[in-house]
């Protein structure tokens, strides 16, 4: 676990918070006026809340920017004996965000923080007050998802890797040794702006996972992609039906190499048929990393608007 008072030579700024509501000590950025209005970034594999850095110090004058890392990633517990699925992230920020009495939230989600996100909607639709898709699924129950998930996994190097490395039983060595090889990770998923790369960002993104017993969070991700453990919440009507009525938008890096625009943006436009869509040509699967200041102002103007 990175050390809670760990600010990375002054990147990551931000006071350390923790709840224990979900039965671990799960820690996350709270940020900006508490009375307003709040903004749910909802990170993936393998990063943590650190990816949402340049967004936070842009925000918080103006709204409540809440940063969790979820069990297993950044600065937040790996416990053992613990399951490491889809649906555990969702439950877990669940209980995070009822114990915070969250309300009139706006979604930013990348990578599996999508489905983490979604999940959340489906289950308190009244609680979402807008969704921001940055290269993360929104899969909401479509009848299309599994076959979009396949065929992108057919192309992406990581999922490809992900399959292989399970079958013949080298994925969690890889991946207990990810401090190690955090860049080479990053890449291979989608990275674009090596200016950002020096030791203090490796060392952001690589001390999490200093040692196996530290990685059980981004094996749970990629081993229950492999043998399908993870399980998509579906919402009932009335759910989608709200959750549809939302102001969305979404912003992709087309150079991203794990999740395909062509395969995932048709999720988000199924639900949003009318909410604009950015295609950032030239970024990465780590949008955050590759364009943060342009995605931060799509993201603000969207809030000025809606």
Request: proline residues 7%.
């Amino acid at each position: 676990m990175t050390p809670s008072n760990d600010t990375f030579d002054g990147t990551f700024p931000f006071s350390p918070r923790f709840s224990d509501v979900a039965g671990f000590r799960m820690h996350y950025v709270d940020e900006g006026p508490a009375d307003g209005a709040v903004v749910l970034c909802i990170h993936g594999e393998p990063t943590w809340g650190y990816l949402f850095r340049d967004l936070i110090k842009a925000l918080a004058g103006d709204y409540r920017v809440i940063a969790p890392d979820h069990m297993g990633f950044g600065k937040s517990e790996t416990p053992e004996h613990r399951t490491y699925w889809l649906q555990d992230h969702i439950d877990n920020l669940e209980k995070l965000v009822l114990a915070l009495d969250l309300d009139d939230i706006t979604l930013v989600m990348h990578d599996f923080g999508g489905p983490v996100g979604m999940g959340l909607a489906a289950r308190h639709p009244g609680r979402i007050r807008r969704v921001v898709s940055t290269n993360g699924p929104t899969p909401f129950g479509q009848s299309t998802l599994f076959d979009r998930l396949n065929a992108n996994a057919a192309v992406s190097p990581w999922f490809q890797w992900i399959l292989r490395s399970d079958s013949q039983g080298r994925l969690e060595p890889v991946l207990d040794e990810l401090g190690f090889n955090i860049l080479s990770v990053l890449k291979l998923n989608g990275f674009e702006n090596h200016a950002r790369i020096d030791d203090t960002w490796l060392r952001a993104y690589g001390s999490r996972f200093a040692l196996p017993t530290d990685s059980a969070g981004a094996i749970g991700w990629a081993k229950g992609f492999a043998i399908g453990a993870h399980r998509f919440e579906v919402p009932d009507a009335l759910a989608l039906d709200s959750i549809r009525s939302k102001p969305a938008l979404a912003i992709w890096g087309e150079a991203d190499r794990t999740l395909a625009a062509e395969h995932f943006l048709p999720l988000f436009s199924e639900i949003f048929p009318m909410a604009p869509v950015h295609r950032l040509a030239g970024v990465g699967h780590y949008s955050f990393e590759d364009a943060p200041q342009e995605i931060t102002e799509l993201i603000a103007a969207f809030m000025k608007t809606h």
